[in-house]
């Protein structure tokens, strides 16, 4: 890097710039299959205005930045650029402001989604957007994320009410505002949420909250084969039912979350686990209804987690599939994708991915959201293999087409990152050229991390 650069960024930060090569490695990539790429130097900034600063000065030598929060992105969002910086926002880790009575709160970018709901609990309100990881609420913000709750309470984009952002050339621009609706101009916000880092860095977000619930209750329903689970996810959302999670796991995920989270009395089989948020009243009401469809597509009894531990050790042992998934040896690497399709078309595109699995011999449990027709496929591979992950590749080609083919869409919340942007093309033809126009107003010398979304 150029020496100017270096002088002023050493007199900016101080201690706060490292050029140790196991920092620089620990800032390297996410939790995604690819290989590390080493970036020259990682930033631990304290403020908007530094962060304004370091930009400014590498737009002038066009040096990329990379903006790193949590680092569990599963798509390549954070891996680093080795003629550029990373730049670490972890201590950017502050709730600005709760405001209880109107359901909606500002945090820096690197608060993560249990960091919030541990300081809303008291309150009575909570965030309900929960990814698998424990995410920084920026990441979750520049990714587009979504979670287990997302057919009662939706996305990220639903969720942010504003942000913070710092553009390429230094500028600190915020957008939105804390009110419910606004028609004053074009929706920047949306344009941010999901834009990966590639147009400029998110600083803060100003969320929506809800209301803790009355009365929750999870169940576990069980099915014989993976048709009938899907089938039942299908005709709960199409009926109307109130619900405020339904997450698909089949059996080979089953088999894997059984003995890493240490699930009592669950066979390896399909299964729906299911949560519903309301009042008794509401809730019962709700309850009759899943069960009657759960039990017309054969499905088992349910088995209720009738205390708080017993219902956050079925939604860990949720969130933690990925990881489960992971743990299967010192040697493999997972490779995650994701598709989502129309809630009609739900049972066509699972049962493809699951016929492709079986008939090449692949080791891939399978996962979803399925009460928005969004579900995941985490494949165990071994690097040390040849054209193993050009095999697996293949096989996500396969599931994209066909989720395009049934008027899906090539991710539902993992993002573009490096991973998929040759299937951007295929979704969004037209579309990818005015996103080429949109990032080079924003980003002239293409410094925000360069390579993503698109080349």
Partial sequence: MNSELINYLKDLLKERISFSESVRFNHSKGEDAYDPIIPKAVLFPNSNEEISKILKICNKFKVPVTAYGTGTSLEGHVVGNNNGVTLSLQNLNSIIAINEEDFDCRVQANVTREQLNEALKDKGIFFPIDPGANAALGGMAACSASGTMAVKYGTMRTAVLGLTIIMANGDIIKTGSRTKKTSAGYNLTNLFVGSEGTLGIITEVHLRLSPIPENIMSAVCQFKDLDSAVLTAQEIIQYGASIARIELLNKDQMDISIKYSQLEN?????????????????????????????KNNNGSDFKWASTTEERNKIWKARHNVYYSVKAQGEDVRVYATDVCVPISNLSECIQFAENEIQNNGLKAPMVGHVGD?????????????????????????????????????????????????EYLLKQHPDNVPLMRQIKRIFDPNNIMNPGKVFD
Avoid at 270 to 292: A, C, D, M, Q, R
Avoid at 384 to 400: G, H, V
């Fill in 266 to 294: 669950l066979d390896s089989l399909p299964t729906l686990f299911y949560e519903f948020h309301g009042s008794e009243v509401s809730n019962k009401e709700s309850i009759e209804v899943v069960e009657e469809i759960s």
């Fill in 373 to 421: 027709g969004n579900f995941h496929v985490t494949i165990v591979y071994d690097p040390k293999k040849e054209n193993e992950y050009d095999y697996i590749r293949k096989f996500s080609n396969k599931l994209i087409d066909k989720a395009l083919e049934l008027d899906g869409t090539i991710t539902g919340e993992h993002g573009i990152g490096l991973q998929k942007k």
